[in-house]
């Protein structure tokens, strides 16, 4: 299945998750290239939108080797098995929280430009992307939505490999792939047009859905 933009493949992932619409979702995408997509699939189910933005925390030495993940909230997601194996002292890793925490901030004004977060607790929310290459941002961001009260975790998303998608069904309660393809190598390669989405259309995006369902962001 070949999308031709992430708009595209939004009106159709949107279609597949219409049967969800009665649980009143909150959708969430991750930025940048997932908000497009995210955008169609509110847009379908008469949805608020928001992003879920998550910062991986990377062992100081090897900063590829995630420890954990953090959200909005205070959320922190922690592998202390990671962080026992990288022997790293306790300074360095809390140094590399309080920087990320700072880039996570940095991100989220930029982005909603003054509206509040929209709260994911007691609600079903559906977290989108424009695609799962590793899975690794995917299933932070379903541990994010978890330990910020969401009641039931989606993952939706129109491409991803087979094994990942097998992955993070430990980490949601529901993965829906449009595409599954077992030659998977790349996002991108599923798509004629994969250009790179720029904060500014994120911002664009996140106004102008609130402004179609006329939902107020709730409140932390």
């Given at each position: 299945?070949?999308?031709?933009?992430?708009?595209?493949?939004?009106?159709?992932?949107g279609?597949?998750?219409?049967?969800?619409?009665?649980?009143?979702?909150v959708?969430?995408g991750?930025?940048?290239?997932?908000?497009?997509?995210?955008?169609?699939?509110a847009?379908?189910?008469?949805?608020?939108?928001?992003?879920?933005?998550v910062?991986?925390?990377?062992?100081?030495?090897?900063?590829?080797?995630?420890?954990?993940a953090?959200g909005?909230?205070?959320?922190?997601?922690?592998h202390?098995?990671?962080?026992?194996?990288?022997?790293a002292?306790?300074?360095?890793?809390?140094?590399?929280?309080?920087?990320?925490r700072?880039?996570?901030a940095?991100?989220?004004?930029?982005?909603?430009?003054?509206r509040?977060?929209?709260?994911?607790?007691?609600?079903?929310?559906?977290?989108?992307?424009?695609?799962?290459?590793?899975?690794?941002?995917?299933?932070?961001?379903?541990?994010?939505?978890?330990?910020?009260g969401?009641?039931?975790v989606?993952?939706?998303?129109?491409?991803?490999?087979?094994?990942?998608?097998?992955?993070?069904?430990?980490?949601?309660?529901?993965?829906?792939?449009?595409?599954?393809?077992?030659?998977f190598?790349?996002?991108?390669?599923?798509y004629?047009?994969?250009?790179?989405?720029?904060?500014d259309?994120?911002?664009?995006?996140?106004?102008?859905?609130?402004?179609?369902?006329?939902?107020?962001?709730?409140?932390?």
């Amino acid at each position: 299945m070949i999308f031709t933009d992430r708009t595209d493949a939004g009106r159709r992932l949107g279609e597949a998750l219409r049967p969800l619409a009665d649980e009143k979702p909150v959708v969430l995408g991750l930025p940048r290239g997932g908000v497009p997509v995210a955008f169609e699939v509110a847009r379908a189910l008469h949805a608020p939108l928001d992003v879920i933005i998550v910062r991986k925390l990377g062992v100081p030495y090897h900063r590829e080797l995630g420890f954990g993940a953090i959200g909005e909230g205070d959320v922190r997601v922690i592998h202390e098995a990671i962080v026992r194996m990288s022997r790293a002292d306790e300074e360095d890793l809390a140094e590399v929280e309080r920087t990320e925490r700072e880039e996570l901030a940095r991100k989220a004004r930029r982005f909603r430009q003054g509206r509040s977060r929209i709260a994911a607790e007691g609600h079903t929310v559906i977290i989108v992307d424009d695609g799962i290459a590793t899975g690794a941002t995917a299933q932070a961001a379903c541990r994010v939505a978890r330990a910020q009260g969401a009641a039931r975790v989606v993952l939706a998303v129109p491409v991803a490999p087979p094994d990942a998608v097998a992955a993070l069904r430990a980490d949601a309660d529901e993965v829906v792939a449009l595409s599954t393809p077992s030659d998977f190598a790349a996002v991108g390669e599923w798509y004629e047009d994969f250009s790179q989405t720029a904060d500014d259309e994120v911002v664009e995006l996140l106004s102008r859905s609130t402004g179609e369902t006329g939902e107020a962001h709730p409140g932390r």
